[in-house]
């Protein structure tokens, strides 16, 4: 996966890897964080073609979690 940023630049703590591997963090780490920014973005690549059946987002449980307000999902299919 990559993003358009990373919170703090830190990708130990928050990086876009960590949008992908199924995990809930109890910690507040480990999980994906962008910079504050206007159209903060996740790219994730499958390798070949894949059908998706659902997409989960977990939120932040605090106050901030209206950050994600707003939040679209695209899927793309190209080739090359």
């Known amino acids: 996966a ?3 940023s990373v919170y703090a630049g830190d990708t ?6 960590y949008a ?6 109890p910690t507040g780490t480990n999980i ?3 910079q504050p920014e206007t159209s903060p973005w996740l790219k994730v690549q499958l ?8 997409v989960r ?5 605090d106050m901030l979690g209206k ?4 939040c679209l999902i695209n899927s793309f299919h190209t080739t090359g």
């Open 2 to 4: 990559t993003s358009s």
């Open 12 to 17: 130990m703590k928050w990086g876009p890897v």
């Open 20 to 25: 992908t591997n199924g995990a809930r963090s």
């Open 32 to 34: 994906f964080h962008s």
């Open 47 to 54: 390798i070949g073609l894949q059908m998706i059946t659902f």
């Open 57 to 61: 987002v977990y939120n932040r449980r």
């Open 67 to 70: 950050l994600l307000e707003r």
